[in-house]
């Protein structure tokens, strides 16, 4: 079952029928005779009516029915563990699952974190609140002020009325201060012009401990008037000037702090007013005190840093006073931000309120209030349930980290084997076997492992079998190639001769041979052995011996055919054979005899000029070896021929390796191929024709597998030197 799991693949108790379960188990057998003696005794009560016996007998039927429910839950049970654990994945998957301890913690971190920045945001809203809040009613205040300045005769008038306005806004924040300004503005009021008295200097009340009071109104504070947060510093000059220098405000906070006051600024409504009144509300202790006594905030520090406006140096400095704001240390210290303006340029900072808030403050202020007899609230309920989940979620996280740790050891031990098992095979021991735990993936795997080491050792020896086998076939074509002639004869002028042999595997059946058979005779040989591998080999080893003994004694092709097919039949197996064709070039005479034993045909290439024809000459005659007859139609059908030679002549022995490979859609090379290619390129040197066949004929093939050996031998009459007269004689005279 390709692409299963081996469990999966092979057949195991898991994959039984049901009915083999129903029938051929005790637990089947027990279901269905508890089921039998069920109906069995409920039928007889229904005919008969209620007796004790039947009732027994039913009992022990529904106990034997409970037994085999129980029996098979178990194994259904057993069965879905074992088929469900059986991956390492879903193992994995259960380890990482279970050891959740770090994102549980990161879920924690990350509630704990919304939780506190909820309540930052919380205190830093209801801290800004307040402030604008504030500026409002001094905004309210300051505008109520110079409405009623507006009506005074009289410096006294206006100075009275500054006093009074002191107190009343000193009762409700302690430090407050006002001043009177005299300003020239034309603002647009259809309000008519009261005649106010001018003021030829400020009037000016209230303690003014935090900042100095302004001596007039910068000019970007228009009719409309202004209502914002101020800064000031209470430390030394050169501890500002370090502050203005680092651009962190909180630097110097050994020397001075930062401190905020809000400051309103209003102009009477009238169309050339005369003064403008400036209020003032430090935010000092008192402020701080009443803004915890309201919210369970406090104020710490405060940081400013200019803004990209390029708000100027604060106003004014003070000496730095203890403050008395009580605070427990046991709340967290977020951040609020709000923008302070320059009071003499109008440019936006940026302030940094580190302010102190109380989870449990807060939370108690913004939970629902109850009665004193009432029970719990809403809020607090959902507080109890969100602790009890809490404890909950640790103790299951605890429970999971056990279970993941057990499993992870579970998994981490059989992988630590398969790792030793891994290193004993990498150091060459195929024996070693790894201890198989259980029968899940991991102890597959481990039998697995068993078996592939096993099957390795096997296949190391195949491998050294067969790299010695690889090196005797080596050996083997290194001598069979030894038997081939290594380079044409020289001693025959007037021909020219080139070979080649390619075998299909390491050793072939091709054989070829020159024979020099006396002055101007020489002897061309070519044959194919049946088969290809080691035992044409031998035979091709045999014939080369035979060959040399019979062309020393028969002068003639077809002697020599006849009598080498009498003793090759005799010891040839008898489903092997050999074509061969043996050709004697005689130069005195200009002819070559030749004979052909089931062969392929010769290519003869005519001498002339201009367009070459070649003709393929086929002979008669049967393969060698084939035990028939004692040898009789062999010798009848074998035919001699005696062909002319001229110069110019060329001729192409080959085996059926070069004619009949094939490309990959199965087409035969063939012997006209070979024609058109001797035609085409006969005008070339001897080796370069040669390689072009070749190539000619891979490029044929393109890229198919070579079936068969590939062996051909050229031959080409060249002008055959003519003997003097007085050598001639001397020939003769030796040959008698």
């Known amino acids: 079952m390709k692409g299963q799991p081996y469990a999966l693949a092979r057949r195991s108790p898991d994959h039984e029928s049901l009915v083999h379960l129903l029938l051929h188990t005790l637990g089947g057998r027990v279901l269905i005779g508890g089921a039998i003696i069920r109906v069995i005794a409920w039928a007889i009560q229904r005919v008969v009516g209620p007796s004790a016996l039947i009732e027994a007998v039913g009992s022990i039927g529904t106990l034997a029915l409970l037994g085999a429910i129980g029996y098979y839950t178990w194994r259904l049970v057993s069965i879905a563990r074992r088929r469900f654990l059986w991956r390492v994945r879903r193992k994995l998957i259960l380890s990482f699952i279970f050891v959740g301890l770090v994102p549980a913690f990161l879920i924690i971190a990350f509630f704990?974190?919304?939780?506190?920045?909820?309540?930052?945001?919380?205190?830093?809203?209801?801290?800004?609140?307040?402030?604008?809040?504030?500026?409002?009613?001094?905004?309210?205040?300051?505008?109520i002020t110079a409405t009623e300045l507006a009506r005074a005769r009289s410096q006294a008038e206006i100075g009275r009325e500054v006093e009074q306005t002191v107190?009343?806004?000193?009762?409700?924040?302690?430090?407050?201060?006002?001043?009177?300004?005299?300003?020239?503005?034309?603002?647009?009021?259809?309000?008519?012009?009261?005649?106010?008295?001018?003021?030829?200097?400020?009037?000016?009340?209230?303690?003014?401990?935090?900042?100095?009071p302004p001596d007039a109104l910068p000019e970007w504070i228009g009719c409309s008037g202004f209502s914002g947060v101020m800064a000031y510093w209470t430390g030394s000059s050169s501890a500002l000037s370090a502050l203005a220098?680092?651009?962190?405000?909180?630097?110097?906070?050994?020397?001075?702090?930062?401190?905020?006051?809000i400051r309103s600024v209003a102009v009477p409504d009238s169309p050339r007013p005369r003064f403008a009144v400036v209020v003032d509300v430090p935010l000092e202790d008192a402020f701080r005190r009443r803004l915890r006594?309201?919210?369970?905030?406090?104020?710490?520090?405060?940081?400013?840093?200019?803004?990209?406006?390029g708000a100027g140096p604060m106003l004014g400095r003070r000496q730095p006073r203890r403050s008395d704001t009580v605070?427990?240390?046991?709340?967290?210290?977020?951040?609020?931000?709000?923008?302070?303006?320059?009071?003499?340029?109008?440019?936006?900072?940026?302030?940094?309120?580190?302010?102190?808030?109380?989870?449990?403050?807060?939370?108690?202020?913004?939970?629902?209030?109850?009665?004193a007899e009432s029970g719990p609230t809403l809020g607090e309920r959902l507080l109890l349930v969100i602790v009890i989940i809490g404890v909950l979620f640790l103790v299951i996280q605890f429970v999971a980290l056990l279970m993941g740790l057990a499993l992870a050891r579970s998994i981490t031990g059989s992988v630590h084997e398969l790792f030793v098992g891994t290193e004993r095979v990498q150091l060459g021991d195929f024996s070693h076997k790894i201890r198989i735990r259980a029968r899940d993936q991991l102890g597959e795997l481990a039998d697995s492992f068993n078996s592939m080491t096993a099957r390795l050792g096997e296949l190391l020896a195949e491998m050294a079998e067969k790299k010695r086998l690889e090196e005797e076939l080596r050996i083997a074509r290194e001598i069979q190639m030894s038997l081939l002639p290594q380079n044409p004869p020289t001693s025959m002028p007037g021909l020219m001769l080139t070979a080649l042999c390619h075998p299909a595997r390491e050793v072939g059946g091709d054989y070829y041979d020159f024979l020099e058979l006396g002055p101007n005779r020489l002897g061309l040989l070519i044959a194919d052995v049946s088969g290809k591998g080691t035992s044409a080999a031998l035979y091709m080893a045999e014939l080369k011996g035979l060959m040399l003994s019979?062309?020393?004694?028969?002068?003639?092709?077809?002697?020599?055919?006849?009598?080498?097919?009498?003793?090759?039949?005799?010891?040839?197996?008898?489903?092997?054979?050999?074509?061969?064709?043996?050709?004697?070039?005689?130069?005195?005479?200009?002819?070559?005899?030749?004979?052909r034993a089931g062969h392929t045909p010769l290519i003869h290439l005519p001498a002339g000029k201009g367009a070459r024809q070649a003709r393929v000459l086929v002979t008669g005659g049967l393969v060698l070896g084939l035990k028939l007859d004692n040898g009789e139609r062999f010798v009848s059908l074998l035919e001699e021929v005696t062909t002319p030679l001229v110069p110019g002549d060329l001729f192409m022995f080959f085996t059926d390796g070069l004619s009949e490979q094939m490309n990959a859609a199965e087409e035969l090379f063939?012997?006209?191929?070979?024609?058109?290619?001797?035609?085409?390129?006969?005008?070339?040197?001897?080796?370069?024709?040669?390689?072009?066949?070749?190539?000619?004929?891979?490029?044929?093939?393109?890229?198919?597998?070579?079936?068969?050996?590939m062996t051909f031998i050229l031959l080409r009459v060249e002008d055959v030197p003519s003997v003097p007269a007085g050598e001639a004689l001397v020939e003769e005279v030796a040959a008698v």
Not at 199 to 212: A, S, Y
Not at 293 to 309: A, F, S
Not at 343 to 351: L, N
Request: proline share 5%; aromatic share 6%; net charge negative.
């Open 670 to 709: 063939g012997e006209g191929r070979l024609a058109g290619l001797i035609e085409q390129h006969c005008d070339l040197p001897f080796d370069e024709l040669r390689e072009r066949i070749v190539r000619e004929v891979r490029a044929f093939a393109a890229g198919a597998a070579q079936h068969d050996d």
């Open 327 to 371: 605070t427990d240390g046991s709340g967290f210290q977020p951040p609020a931000f709000l923008n302070y303006t320059d009071w003499s340029t109008g440019r936006i900072g940026e302030a940094t309120l580190l302010v102190e808030a109380s989870v449990t403050d807060l939370y108690s202020r913004l939970a629902p209030t109850r009665g």
């Open 550 to 595: 019979l062309s020393e004694i028969h002068r003639s092709p077809r002697e020599l055919l006849i009598a080498a097919n009498r003793i090759i039949s005799g010891n040839l197996d008898s489903r092997s054979f050999i074509t061969m064709t043996y050709a004697v070039i005689d130069l005195d005479a200009m002819t070559m005899t030749w004979a």
């Open 112 to 143: 704990t974190l919304c939780g506190l920045f909820l309540f930052g945001s919380i205190s830093s809203y209801v801290v800004q609140m307040r402030l604008e809040r504030l500026a409002d009613q001094m905004r309210s205040a300051a505008a």
């Open 167 to 212: 107190r009343t806004i000193a009762m409700a924040h302690p430090g407050a201060s006002i001043a009177v300004l005299p300003v020239q503005r034309a603002c647009a009021s259809e309000v008519p012009d009261s005649g106010v008295v001018l003021l030829t200097q400020p009037l000016r009340g209230g303690p003014w401990t935090h900042v100095p």
């Open 245 to 261: 220098a680092t651009r962190f405000r909180g630097a110097a906070a050994a020397e001075g702090e930062v401190r905020l006051f």
């Open 293 to 309: 006594e309201d919210t369970g905030i406090g104020l710490r520090h405060v940081n400013v840093r200019e803004g990209q406006t």
